[in-house]
Structures are given as structure tokens and as C-alpha cells.
């Protein structure tokens, strides 16, 4: 009965004290900041968001053609 104390206090004490903690962590400075890169030439995506989110597309209007277009007869003799 006393360790299910304990459990529990232990428990709502670092429920409380995590985000005590992490308001009071350091804010990043420049130092521990990484770096920015900038990306050029073949390594560039170059339209490659409107492609997949047009292959997305595509890809769920054959998936609903497919559902709608099944015939109702059953497979089974």
C-alpha cells in the first residue's frame, strides 16, 4: 500500500514538474542553431509537389471508379 503511494506522488510530481522544466530550458542561440543550405541545380525539386499531388489525385478518382463501376453480379456459382 505504501509503494502505491509513492507511485503516485512520484507520478503527479513529474506530471507537474516536465513542463516547469521545459519552460525554464535555454532558448537556441545562433551557436546551437543548424545551418541553412540552399539547394540549387539537379538537387533542386523543380515541380515536384504539383506532380505527386496530381498523381495523388489520379490515383483516388481510379480508386472510385473502381468501387463504383463493380458489377452487382457475385462471383460464385
Do not use: R
Amino acid at each position: 500500500m505504501k509503494l502505491k503511494v509513492l507511485y503516485t506522488a512520484v507520478a503527479a510530481l513529474s506530471l507537474v514538474a516536465a513542463p516547469t522544466i521545459a519552460a525554464a530550458a535555454p532558448v537556441a542561440t545562433p551557436l546551437t542553431q543548424p545551418a541553412t543550405e540552399s539547394v540549387d541545380g539537379d538537387n533542386a525539386l523543380a515541380g515536384g509537389g504539383f506532380l505527386i499531388a496530381a498523381l495523388a489525385v489520379v490515383a483516388v478518382g481510379l480508386g472510385i471508379y473502381a468501387v463504383a463501376d463493380s458489377d452487382d453480379s457475385p462471383n460464385s456459382p
